[in-house]
C-alpha cells in the first residue's frame, strides 16, 4: 500500500512510543483525523470505525454481516480466504473512497 500511495499515512507503524503503549483512546483520536482507514477483521477496525471516517474493512471467512465495525462510512471488502481478497480490488476501493466525494469532505 505504501508504494500505491506515497503521501499515505501509517501512523500507528511511525510511532515514537513502542506499540504497546498504544491505547484505544489514541487509535481512535488518530483516525478521526484520518481522510481514509483500513483494517482486517479486528478489534482496530472496530475502533477507527468509531470514528465516524470512511473505512474498509477486510474480511475473509469470518461472517461480516455479524462481525463488521458500526459506523456511517464502514465499507465491507469480503473474500473466502484473506488470501483470496485481491490487491487490485483493495486498490482500486482504496483509489475510490479516497479519491472520491470523502476524500472531499475529509
Known sequence: LQKA???AL???QNLPVPLTSVSPFL????????ALTMANDAGIGHLVAGADRP??????????????????????????SM????LD???AT?????????AENA
Open 27 to 34: 487509535t481512535t483520536a488518530i483516525a478521526r483525523h484520518a
Open 55 to 80: 473505512h474498509i474493512a477486510l474480511f475473509g471467512p469470518t461472517c461480516a454481516r455479524k462481525n463488521q465495525p458500526a459506523g456511517r462510512g464502514v465499507e465491507v471488502l469480503q473474500a473466502p
Open 10 to 12: 501509517f501512523p500507528l
Open 83 to 86: 488470501d483470496a481478497l485481491s
Open 5 to 7: 500511495f506515497p503521501n
Open 89 to 91: 480490488t483493495v486498490l
Open 94 to 102: 482504496v483509489h475510490r473512497r479516497w479519491g472520491g466525494e470523502e
